[in-house]
């Protein structure tokens, strides 16, 4: 062994090899920009087989005999004692040579760690059928999610590869595989609440990797395999924090209906999960204008209920609807306003009590309600539609200013025509905000002067009792707003 071995390697590569432990990584993290997964405590950063030459390596491996004593012998064993370590090094030269005498039970190994390269086409060559190859369950999980992001490879290819790797590996799908969130492995305990319910089950994560990619067809192939249809996928950006069941992901991200028929079809509940928010995916049709998926949802028993009370963004800081509208640089005058002049000619419902659901793409996202989407739309042909489907008519005062906000010329009037409201809310509406309707201001006018006024039993405050309180209410909201950004920035 000493004198082929350590005459032509380098020293400090024999002590590399002698020196490494960690055979695959201990977890899995979910990386933010790159892919759904990738290895975390990675302790390898060079190419330990950098003092291996070719004409070295092929005298070496064509030698005849392969003895115990032999130099080859030993870097086999060192092969398939660090297998992922010595295929995420990428030394394709060496590992085909010695591809034939590594143990068909470390192999999986090697391909999950050439599969962190951009050598994915060599994986694909390799899991062939008369390749005998054993997956467990983390190499596994790590060729499939890289296999579904890699957008270069042909996809009949890539299906290929993963029905081969479905047939090779031997219950692993209801195996565990560790799941982390960062570099280092280690979980900071504020995510806890969103990390603790999703599903460590190597099938659920590959289905994960699938939905998140928006690859219906390699989603059929881990739901036929036995993945949950309702698997939890959570979204971590630098400004948002989002909880999502698979169809709602598939819905919101995903231009192929496919993707989420195939859910539905495997038995994804249309009404969704209370990790993901109760009704959350027929919210996201109604936002992404599905309309035709919406009914349908509603067909299989989703309801206009559930949402979400509160979100917290990557700042710790938590979103209501109300602070929502205040971050986008809205006037807390405006709430307070409709609050006290509004107010005195109609019932408003108290955010609490109506579902909102957290919309992400912004600095700790949205909360919209059913009906402010479809005011924010401004079709009544639509909003008539859903009505007709039981859309209760509640009305907050954040969904007033929502609709105000995107211009619901049209649905925004209507919807308070069928609330009964006098046509002095339409009227001091369009004395408090100039810009709203501007096309329409002269037609909504004429429609609220004919409109019989509602008389009001109560007795209302005089215009500088209103004033005041206008005043002391803005105060409110401005502190809380200050207070807020304080929190954002600590």
């Known amino acids: 062994m000493k004198s082929l071995f350590t005459e032509n390697l380098d020293p400090d590569l024999i002590e590399s090899l002698a020196n490494l432990e960690e055979v695959v990584p201990t977890g899995w993290f979910m990386s933010i920009h790159r892919s759904p997964f990738c290895p975390s405590k990675n302790p390898f950063r060079i190419s330990f087989t950098e003092g291996l030459t070719w004409p070295l390596i092929k005298d070496l491996i064509d030698e005849a005999s392969l003895p115990e004593h032999d ?47 951009p050598e994915m086409k060599w994986v694909i060559g390799k899991c062939e059928r008369g390749n005998p190859i054993v997956f467990e369950a983390a190499s596994a999980t790590q060729i499939c999610c890289n296999l579904i992001s890699d957008k270069r490879l042909v996809r009949s290819a890539v299906q290929k590869t993963l029905s081969f790797i479905l047939e090779s590996a031997v219950d692993w799908g209801e195996q565990i595989v560790e799941r982390l969130d960062d570099l280092n492995g280690e979980r900071e305990v504020r995510w806890n609440d969103f990390m603790e319910p999703l599903s460590q089950r190597a099938i659920d994560r590959c289905l994960e990797a699938a939905v998140r990619k928006g690859d219906a067809e390699s989603a059929k192939l881990f739901l036929a395999a036995g993945a949950d ?7 971590l950006e630098r400004g948002y924090n989002e909880c999502c069941c698979a169809l709602s992901y598939a819905i919101e991200n995903n231009g192929e209906d496919s993707l989420v028929q195939s859910l539905l079809d495997a038995g994804a509940d249309p009404a969704g999960t209370e990790y993901g928010g109760l009704n959350k995916p027929l919210y996201l049709a109604v936002y992404c204008e599905k309309y035709d998926l919406a009914e349908l949802l509603l067909d299989m028993g989703a309801t206009f209920t559930g949402g979400q009370k509160g ?25 307070s306003w409709m609050e006290l002049f509004i107010g005195r000619h109609m019932f ?28 924010m739309r401004n079709d009544i042909a639509i909003l008539r539609k859903f009505l007709s489907h039981r859309l209760p008519l509640d009305l907050s005062v954040y969904d007033m200013l929502v609709a105000i906000a995107s211009d619901s010329s049209r649905c925004l009037p209507y919807v308070l025509e069928q609330l009964n409201a006098p046509s ?18 002269e037609e909504l006018k004429a429609t609220a002067k004919a409109l019989k006024l509602k008389e009001d039993a109560v007795e209302r405050p005089s215009i500088a ?19 807020s950004e304080q929190e954002d920035l600590s």
């Open 71 to 117: 130099p080859v012998s030993v870097l086999i064993k060192e092969v398939e004692r660090n297998a992922w370590l010595f295929g995420m090094d990428g030394n394709l030269l060496l590992l085909d040579k010695l591809w034939g005498h590594i143990a068909p039970s470390v192999r999986g190994q090697v391909l999950a760690g050439v599969s962190e390269r």
């Open 229 to 235: 249809p309702d698997v939890g996928i959570w979204r």
């Open 311 to 335: 979100a917290i963004n990557p700042y710790n800081s938590r979103r209501t609807p109300i602070a929502t509208y205040l971050s986008m640089g809205k006037e807390p005058t405006d709430i």
């Open 348 to 375: 408003f419902r108290n955010p609490e009590d109506i579902p909102y659901f957290h919309h992400s793409n912004s600095q700790g996202g949205y909360f919209y309600s059913f009906l402010s989407i479809l005011m």
């Open 424 to 441: 002095e809310v339409i009227n001091q509406i369009l004395d408090h905000f100039p810009n709203f309707a501007k096309d329409r201001q």
């Open 465 to 483: 009792e209103l004033e005041d309180k206008l005043r002391k209410r803005a105060e409110e909201l401005r502190l809380k707003l200050i207070a």
